[in-house]
């Protein structure tokens, strides 16, 4: 699986993750899983023609000594369908884009 990691986080660091999280994402069936919506301008085409499949998320795993970003974007809806892929390069950037600004939002690991 390709993915973001952070790791080697503090108590601090993982509370305040946490909290963010629960207050603006989707919690999955699983602690520490959590979904966020990609915009749809980022759609590929076939995300775009997919409307049955949308929205579409990333998944985010936190842990007490890491969290990371995967770089699939899926839909909660199904599990294998042809608009589930590896993020294309602005998915990608909005993802790094959203873990780095998360990180400096919440002023953590400084």
Request: include cysteine.
């Amino acid at each position: 699986m390709k993915q973001y990691v952070i790791d080697q986080l503090r108590e601090h660091d993982f509370l305040a993750l946490e909290t963010h999280l629960n207050d603006h994402a989707e919690g999955g069936d699983l602690p520490g899983i959590y979904w966020v919506p990609i915009p749809q301008e980022l759609y590929e085409v076939t995300q775009s023609e997919h409307a049955d499949c949308q929205p579409f998320y990333f998944a985010v795993s936190l842990d007490r000594r890491a969290i990371s970003f995967e770089l699939l974007i899926r839909t909660r809806l199904r599990l294998r369908c042809g608009c589930i892929g590896y993020a294309n390069r602005a998915q990608r950037d909005y993802i790094l884009a959203y873990a780095d600004g998360l990180f400096e939002q919440l002023k953590l690991m400084t």
